[in-house]
């Protein structure tokens, strides 16, 4: 069962042609909201194009974020993620607060020649893969995975009994594991590799071992750094917030 199933659903007439955001530092994953404030007069027309057709921004992360701004086009990893409008907010002097959802994981064949100021790309899907002889363990390594997580979250109130929430609920393997990944602070690279993983077994198998090899300390981050402002560009490679903050354009 996926929860998830009437938001992350792509149109029937999608044709693999989407608008690239390329952002430094944010890799967008399926399951996961993300709020982004627009404000850029390229992406302001971006969105409004999406708004008026698909719903749908496709999140691409620079390989190197010192280079933006620096080049036409910097290059950006060869996986990203379609995400889909789930609300929008228009503000005063031609801003925007939207809210995504992460669609589908997607691998950039080639980017498209344009007369529009934003990036586009032809993309083929990436399908989640599950393993059948793997179904009768995959309630363990689910458990396994959120124990794994249990033990680096802040103890705050309602952590523990949300866990186990999870562990009880229906959502499966495959949600979980993305929700996951998004939320923790890990290195781009680390967050890319999971991106592009379509086995869902070795997905989970993967961050559980980045989380347990101890390089996350989740305790130390406090509430006044989990506030930032909207500015360009906010969130860098080595940003280890927790949860993610707002990205700006």
Partial sequence: MNPFSDV???PDEFDGQVRLFPLPGLVMFPHA???LHIFEPRYVEMLRESLATDQLITMATYLD????GEAESPPVAGTVCIG?????????????NILIVGVRRAKIRRELETTRPFRSAQVDLIDDFYVPAATGQRNELKRRLLTSFGKIIPP????QQSLHELMAGQMGVGPITDIIAYTLPFEPEDK???LEMSDVDARAEHLIWLID???INLQSVSSSEKDVDLQEHSQRPSDNRFPPPFSAN
């Avoid at 974020?65 to 933006?68: E, P, R």
Wanted: avoid cysteine; proline fraction near 3%.
């Fill in 8 to 10: 992350t659903q792509l």
């Fill in 33 to 35: 909201m993300q709020p």
């Fill in 65 to 68: 974020a010192a280079s933006v």
């Fill in 84 to 96: 889909k409008i789930v609300s929008h907010a228009e503000l005063a002097g031609d801003r925007h």
């Fill in 156 to 159: 705050k109130a309602g952590s």
């Fill in 192 to 194: 890319l590799k999971l």
């Fill in 213 to 215: 090899r101890g390089e």
